[in-house]
């Protein structure tokens, strides 16, 4: 649903152009509202936690190999969505959830849909204002060097809990990239393809090989890519959800299961966001 002080016609438009959005790490809308409906969209379930849930569950931080993953994936993502000729205008740590096998970003246009070009957006209700690039504030035209600000605002959020840390705080592998992503000046940021270069291993670099990893990313995004503790929350919210779904099922039919088949729950039905 929409922010209060959103416009659904932009809300809804951001959302149907999120359906085209290319890319491993992104999740897009899979159902919108029908005509003379009030303005909602759905996405597909993904047993995930959002990066600010995350922190809560590891207590702190995230270590830097698991920081270095989330921005290489962030990225090659941002990357392919510059490549369509859009700029994603949302990107916080809100905005981005972690799961079992690398990150997803969601909030397509959260920034466009909040208010238009021209008129301030600080303080606008539900926009992260430590990740909302200042010439977006101001109200100025959503930009791809603005995600490149954002993205440095998400990384230091997961490196050390801040969006806007002192450049001491910063882990030293990304205190100097992370601070030039963070500069007001959009033109002192860095390209996305500097950032995939310094952060990814050294490993990953060349083209695929076969059945080898498509992206760079997809390297340093093998099993313990995220702490214990937050796989651990991952798979307890999938069985969570799982044994709901099984007994919305029973309730609803109390033939189901049949007595000599085991449970299986039916196909996940789409949150709505």
Request: proline share 13%.
């Amino acid at each position: 649903m929409p922010l209060a002080t959103a416009d659904p016609q932009r809300f809804m438009a951001e959302a149907d152009a999120s359906r085209y959005l290319l890319g491993p790490w992104v999740l897009p809308a899979v159902e919108l509202a029908g005509p003379g409906e009030g303005a909602w969209y759905t996405r597909a379930y993904l047993p995930a936690l959002s990066l600010p849930t995350a922190l809560a569950v590891n207590g702190g931080p995230l270590p830097e190999p698991t920081v270095r993953a989330l921005a290489v994936a962030l990225a090659e993502t941002l990357t392919v969505i510059h490549g369509q000729e859009l700029t994603h205008a949302g990107l916080c740590p809100s905005a981005v959830l972690l799961a079992a096998d690398g990150p997803r970003l969601t909030c397509f246009g959260a920034v466009r849909a909040a208010g238009p070009d021209g008129v301030a957006r600080q303080g606008v209700p539900g926009l992260d204002a430590g990740s909302l690039p200042p010439e977006q504030a101001a109200g100025g035209q959503p930009r791809p060097l603005g995600d490149v600000y954002a993205l440095g605002a998400t990384l230091a959020y997961a490196a050390t809990g801040y969006t806007m840390p002192e450049r001491e705080e910063l882990p030293p592998a990304l205190r100097s990239l992370v601070s030039r992503c963070l500069a007001r000046d959009p033109v002192s940021r860095p390209q996305l393809a500097e950032i995939i270069d310094v952060l990814a291993d050294e490993g990953s670099q060349g083209p695929p090989v076969g059945f080898g990893p498509a992206t760079r990313a997809e390297t340093m995004l093998g099993p313990g890519w995220v702490p214990a503790r937050i796989v651990a929350a991952i798979v307890h919210q999938s069985a969570s959800v799982l044994a709901a779904e099984v007994e919305i099922q029973a309730q609803a039919n109390p033939a189901w299961p049949p007595p000599e088949a085991a449970p299986v729950p039916a196909a996940l039905p789409p949150h709505r966001y």
